[in-house]
């Protein structure tokens, strides 16, 4: 898409597509040149073993003025009464990968422990960032243009479109667990760091 309006863009993944505009590989350890107008990182922050590492690489490559767009989890967000609403309009399993939201609806259901202890659990073991470990790491190194939160299960749910979801945030039923995050490499806050 990016390349079909006219930029230059290459896509960093473990699991990237072939392709000349894709690198398949981790972006900290990819050759990436300097000097780049954007970064967008897409629900990948939290799954980095390295937060710190991550942020000081992008922090590299991205030009004075350069501009930073998270989309992210923000799984301290993800509380009983939001698990609740999302594993009451879960799909029908799909096969023998029936999606994440499944799985930690079945480790819930097995450990015995209240939701939020499972959670912290699970992203304990799986070395899953809050999403504000994520802001402050960005907030430490950039200069936050943008900050909202909204809808991040419906994607994952049975007919839940994203106004949906939203109406049930705006409700006090759940909680908003997307971050929504755009920011600005300004020279004076790395010149004063």
Not at 58 to 76: I, K, S, T
Not at 130 to 138: E, F, N, R
Request: aromatic share 8%.
């Amino acid at each position: 898409m990016m390349e079909a309006a006219g930029y230059q863009a290459i896509g960093v993944d473990p699991e990237a597509p072939p392709g000349s505009a894709y690198r398949q590989g981790e972006f900290e350890r990819s050759d990436q040149p300097s000097g780049l107008d954007a970064i967008v990182a897409c629900t990948s922050l939290h799954h980095v073993a390295d937060l710190a590492e991550i942020l000081d690489r992008v922090d590299a490559v991205l030009a004075p003025g350069g501009r930073m767009v998270v989309v992210e989890w923000a799984r301290e967000r993800f509380d009983e009464a939001t698990a609740r609403w999302c594993f009451d309009r879960l799909p029908e399993p799909d096969g023998d990968h029936p999606g994440w939201l499944h799985e930690r609806r079945a480790e819930w259901a097995v450990s015995g422990q209240p939701w939020d202890a499972c959670l912290r659990s699970w992203a304990a073991a799986e070395g899953v960032h809050t999403g504000q470990a994520i802001l402050d790491g960005l907030d430490a190194r950039f200069s936050s243009e943008h900050l909202s939160f909204g809808p991040y299960f419906f994607a994952d749910l049975a007919g839940v479109s994203e106004a949906d979801e939203q109406a049930a945030i705006g409700a006090g039923l759940i909680r908003a667990n997307r971050i929504h995050y755009v920011a600005r490499k300004d020279p004076n806050l790395a010149a004063s760091a």
